[in-house]
């Protein structure tokens, strides 16, 4: 009589990670291989079916699912201690890690080169350590901490209208990208193919920027927008009149936008009073432009259009942006906002303090 199958049962989060496991590309072969033997006994299929399937031997089959049944994702973990210990000295391995703090005279971080040559190892045992702890000095992160004595004023100001979004109103985030380059390149690319990426020529010729205002409607995803050739005043208040002809005159316009100098312009303000029924302003903090969300579309604007393509003119460049409009507004596409205020906050804190500690030489 044949051996029962044993049943795997998966929770919708094992289920996913499992498969996150299984087709990301940063997963190791080891840990693809485990989840791969765990998603496929979860379907009922039997162990020989799944080894000859991955090509692994039964008991590795056996063994992963048994250890996944007692202990779920934690059990497809390598226990502490197992494997082959590490061959480099414990204080090579310690001034490694210590000495990342100080780069070197005249350079602004450590190559595996430069450290191994430092310490007096060679760069493979440099880099394996890196590794293993997750450094990565040829890398950096931009950050910027808004210092405006009214940031958390502001800050749930703008957070509030985009987790409770008012009744009979539209939130529109505005901004303005500027420079949008008109950049042609100076020879025809190759496209994608089989066996070869697509290219383009380092160089080209400059045929002139402008400007594009944009209002991203929070709720439904459509975009109000224009080209100008400049972004002074001038052209934002003709923006603002844009978007006051563009949009139901029965519904109020709380308008997300920065500090600008040109949002807060006399003739621009007086405006605005007059319109004070109708429109109603948020400015983000200063220096925190991640919280208006037409950033978000403005990088795949950049992304999509401007970046890779090639025009003969600034009008060539504008015709591909209001197409590209166009094409989106008739499928809109959707920015949530889903992080905690309160988690925001507590992590811009903590960003302070190490701030504060690092200026004080701790």
Not at 116 to 121: E, F, R, S
Not at 208 to 237: M, S
Not at 246 to 270: F, R, S
Request: glycine letters at 6%.
């Amino acid at each position: 009589m044949a051996r029962p199958i044993e049943h795997i049962e998966l929770s919708p989060d094992e289920k996913a990670e499992l498969e996150r496991r299984v087709n990301a590309v940063t997963t190791s072969k080891r840990d693809h291989l485990r989840a791969a033997i765990v998603l496929l006994r979860a379907e009922g299929r039997k162990e020989k079916v799944v080894a000859r399937r991955l090509r692994v031997s039964m008991a590795c089959v056996s063994k992963w699912s048994k250890r996944f049944g007692e202990a779920g994702l934690e059990g497809l973990v390598d226990q502490p201690g197992r494997g082959r210990k590490s061959w480099l000295p414990v204080d090579k391995v310690a001034a490694v890690i210590n000495r990342l703090k100080e780069p070197p005279p005249g350079r602004t971080h450590w190559s595996t080169r430069t450290m191994a040559k430092a310490v007096g190892l060679s760069p493979y045992s440099v880099h394996q350590i890196w590794a293993r702890n997750d450094i990565k000095p040829h890398l950096t992160r931009t950050f910027k901490l808004s210092h405006d004595p009214h940031f958390e004023e502001k800050f749930w100001d703008v957070i509030g209208l985009y987790l409770n979004p008012p009744d009979k109103a539209l939130v529109l985030c505005c901004d303005e990208k500027s420079q949008c380059q008109a950049l042609e390149r100076t020879q025809p690319g190759l496209p994608l193919g089989q066996g070869h990426i697509r290219t383009r020529t380092h160089d080209y010729y400059r045929h002139g920027t402008l400007t594009l205002f944009a209002a991203l409607n929070y709720l439904e995803g459509k975009v109000v927008a224009r080209t100008e050739v400049q972004h002074t005043h001038v052209e934002w208040l003709r923006f603002l009149k844009q978007i006051d002809r563009e949009t139901p005159g029965d519904l109020t316009i709380h308008l997300i936008m920065d500090n600008y100098c040109t949002h807060k312009e006399a003739g621009v303000k007086a405006w605005l009073e007059r319109k004070r029924g109708r429109f109603q302003v948020h400015f983000t903090p200063t220096g925190s432009s991640w919280m208006n969300l037409v950033e978000r579309f403005f990088r795949d604007i950049t992304e999509d259009v401007i970046r890779e393509g090639s025009f003969e003119s600034v009008r060539e460049l504008s015709e591909a942006i209001i197409t590209y409009l166009a094409d989106r507004n008739e499928q809109p596409k959707l920015y949530r906002w889903k992080a905690k205020g309160e988690e925001i906050l507590a992590k811009i804190q903590r960003a302070r303090e190490a701030q504060a500690k690092v200026a004080a030489g701790g």
